[in-house]
């Protein structure tokens, strides 16, 4: 339970909103021109290689999670949401729908606190910043105490880019003493809040008072059924293990394989870099894994050597992941819940109806509202799961980590925020992305009236008996 907010944190996080909403009063009647190139300016300010790569591996150096050789790869999403964004219109009318009288008007929603991740600091305040800018927004971002310096120079890097293009460093606002405390005060008296983070940040921002987007919990599970192209999903699998050491909560987590292919997926997924483990190395790995009913943090985004070596076994040199063989699912179960690191479980299935079963179990264990995925050729198990599973986002045949957050090889909206719906305790089950961002005033005009007869509106109940 997080302590009290002191007077000097109260007063830290007032100075903070007053500085946020004199620079956002200052671009709220910018153009669309001037908006566009201010968003291409901190773009390219955070996501050009050198600077990103720089970034990246400081915050893998200052939090001790993630792969630092290969976080510098994820700069990709922010010129995804640079395209996304510069795509769009977020001044003045935006949409029309003549037929329906109506025009769409966008507007600023003020200042947003966004909450920054420790697995993300060099990821989310510029794909955060990006959408906000476009709205012409200001944002105040809270670190994460254990990712504190590496988002402070982040945010530092975008205040200097918009400081050359001529616009107020103060769009980006960022707390250099951050807090549990100063952060849930920061989501109280700001407009909007946008968090990602883990459940109970979750739980924080929509306890704010305030309006607020946040993400729920992850425990991604991928069917892999009888038609799959075996190659392309263990490949796919490891990469998005991978990702920088499975730090994000869309990394895969489960397997769910069809008997027939279940001999020769797993072989190729060993192929991959993964290892096998035995019965008694999955003993030891729950112990070093979970204590006391909880996920251990030091076992978090890491590499799979370093948590072999806790359990106290040797991992091969060529092995990259490790492997759990898993018949039973529950939260007395704990392989079959979130892992965040490069450990996946591997169930077996006997029928698609079996499978379907299965991902209800798994998801009413944890992670319901996030994402799940599946490697198939056959339309209609790809129907029958997306008719089943409690998830906002299905990935089909793609890495689920690289892709359900938005990829440019799918129509999913760039981000590093992803509402889970009301399964989750969210407001929304879409990528949070720049319509989030936006406030927008309807405009109706008259149009020829549109009512339908009682005989159209009732069908066959017109004019039968009543009560």
């Known amino acids: 339970m997080a302590r009290p907010i002191t007077e000097e944190e109260k007063a830290y996080a007032q100075e903070?909103?007053?500085?946020?909403q004199k620079a956002q009063k200052q671009i709220e009647n910018l153009d669309q021109a001037t908006v566009d190139r201010a968003i291409q300016a901190v773009a390219w300010a955070t996501a050009n290689e050198k600077t990103f790569t720089r970034l990246a591996q400081m915050g893998v150096e200052e939090s001790g999670l993630g792969d630092r050789a290969g976080r510098p790869n994820k700069r990709f999403k922010i010129k995804g949401v640079l395209r996304d964004a510069l795509r769009q219109k977020s001044v003045?009318?935006?949409e029309e729908i003549p037929e329906k009288g109506l025009v769409k008007y966008a507007k600023p929603v003020g200042v947003v606190a966004a909450l920054v991740p420790t697995t993300n600091p060099a990821l989310t305040p510029p794909g955060m910043g990006i959408y906000a800018l476009k709205a012409r927004n200001s944002v105040v971002f809270s670190p994460h105490p254990r990712a504190r310096q590496t988002t402070i120079e982040t945010v530092n890097v975008m205040r200097r880019a918009l400081n050359n293009i001529g616009l107020p460093e103060d769009i980006y606002v960022?707390?250099?003493?951050?807090?549990?405390p100063l952060a849930q005060e920061l989501m109280s008296i700001c407009d909007l809040t946008i968090a990602t983070g883990g459940p109970a940040m979750a739980k924080s921002a929509h306890s704010s008072g305030k309006p607020a987007?946040?993400?729920?919990?992850?425990?991604?599970?991928?069917?892999?059924?009888?038609t799959a192209d075996i190659k392309e999903a263990a490949r796919n699998t490891m990469l998005s293990k991978m990702s920088?050491?499975?730090?994000?909560?869309?990394?895969?987590?489960?397997l769910i394989v069809e008997q027939s292919i279940y001999d020769a997926f797993l072989a190729q997924l060993q192929e991959e870099g993964g290892y096998l483990v035995?019965?008694?190395?999955?003993?030891m790995i729950e112990k070093v894994y979970w204590q006391d009913g909880h996920r251990t943090i030091d076992t978090i985004a890491c590499p799979a050597a370093q948590i072999a070596e806790k359990a106290g076994f040797p991992l091969p040199g060529d092995k990259k992941f490790l492997i759990v063989k898993e018949e039973n699912i529950g939260r007395e179960y704990p392989f079959s819940t979130e892992k965040l690191g490069t450990l996946l479980a591997i169930f077996k299935y006997s029928g698609f109806a079996d499978a379907l079963e299965m991902v209800r179990h798994i998801y009413d264990t944890q992670g319901k509202g996030h994402s799940c995925g599946i490697y198939s050729f056959n339309d209609e198990h790809i129907h029958q799961l997306a008719l089943t599973a409690?998830?906002?986002?299905?990935?089909?045949?793609?890495?689920?980590?690289?892709?359900?957050?938005?990829?440019?090889?799918?129509?999913?909206?760039?981000?590093?925020?992803?509402?889970?719906?009301v399964w989750a305790g969210n407001i929304t089950n879409e990528n949070i992305s720049l319509k989030h961002y936006l406030n927008y005033?309807?405009?109706s005009r008259p149009i020829p009236e549109d009512r339908p007869s009682d005989e159209e509106l009732f069908g066959e109940f017109y004019n039968t008996e009543t009560w």
């Open 16 to 20: 903070l909103l007053k500085r946020a």
């Open 92 to 94: 003045g009318i935006v």
């Open 174 to 180: 960022c707390a250099e003493r951050p807090s549990i």
């Open 213 to 226: 987007y946040a993400a729920g919990q992850g425990n991604s599970t991928m069917v892999i059924d009888e």
């Open 244 to 254: 920088d050491f499975g730090s994000g909560c869309s990394a895969d987590g489960n």
């Open 278 to 283: 035995s019965d008694e190395e999955k003993e």
């Open 390 to 421: 409690p998830v906002s986002r299905m990935m089909v045949r793609q890495p689920q980590s690289k892709a359900n957050a938005g990829s440019f090889s799918n129509g999913m909206p760039m981000t590093s925020s992803m509402g889970c719906g």
């Open 441 to 443: 005033t309807w405009v």
